[in-house]
């Protein structure tokens, strides 16, 4: 969290649009952090998108775009695999953003099938909350232990490995 995924599928997705490419957006119905309906970085950019509840829905309204673009796709069942696979496989450029590790630092749902189908992979870094090192790891502040867990800064930090599992071993105390 906090490494500007979003940020950077909305600056990708805002070329094509200049590019005058077809452009289509979809993110989980679960995600209402921001807004209900449009994508929106933590830094309050945004861009229109459409809500959906299953990753199979993304086919049926893709249409004839060129790009499609698909936020949070941690939150998607395993289907979003094969959905990415079809949309690429039909000529469509597909940019995806999602959390690759859980809140446990665990592999999250869909995201490493996705990253192992990917032509191309960018992964961002956050900066560390503790420690300010590079973080690729999502520290939960709660005692929530649901897999899904929406939430911000109250609820989470970016970290560092290091500090990470130093907090895990804190909390095990």
Excluded at 20 to 27: A, G, P, S, T
Excluded at 88 to 117: C, H, Q, S, T, W
Excluded at 130 to 159: C, H, I, M, P
Aim: hydrophobic letters at 40%; aromatic letters at 10%.
């Amino acid at each position: 969290m906090f490494s500007g995924k979003t940020e950077e599928l909305i600056r990708r997705l805002n070329r094509a649009l200049i590019a005058r490419q077809k452009v289509e957006i979809f993110k989980p119905s679960i995600d209402v952090r921001y807004h209900k309906s449009d994508v929106v970085s933590h830094n309050e950019t945004s861009i229109r998108s459409t809500p959906v509840d299953f990753a199979n829905d993304i086919l049926l309204m893709a249409g004839d775009c060129d790009v499609v673009g698909i936020d949070e796709a941690q939150f998607f069942d395993q289907e979003i695999v094969n959905v990415c696979n079809k949309l690429a496989n039909n000529g469509k450029r597909v940019i995806v953003a999602g959390l690759d590790m859980d809140f446990e630092g665990k592999p999250f749902g869909p995201m490493p099938y996705l990253l192992a189908v990917a032509e191309f992979v960018t992964k961002v870094h956050a900066i560390c909350a503790n420690t300010g090192e590079l973080a690729s790891f999502s520290f939960r502040l709660t005692d929530e232990q649901s897999k899904v867990y929406l939430g911000e800064k109250q609820q989470y930090e970016a970290r560092s490995r290091r500090s990470f599992f130093e907090g895990m071993k804190e909390r095990k105390k």
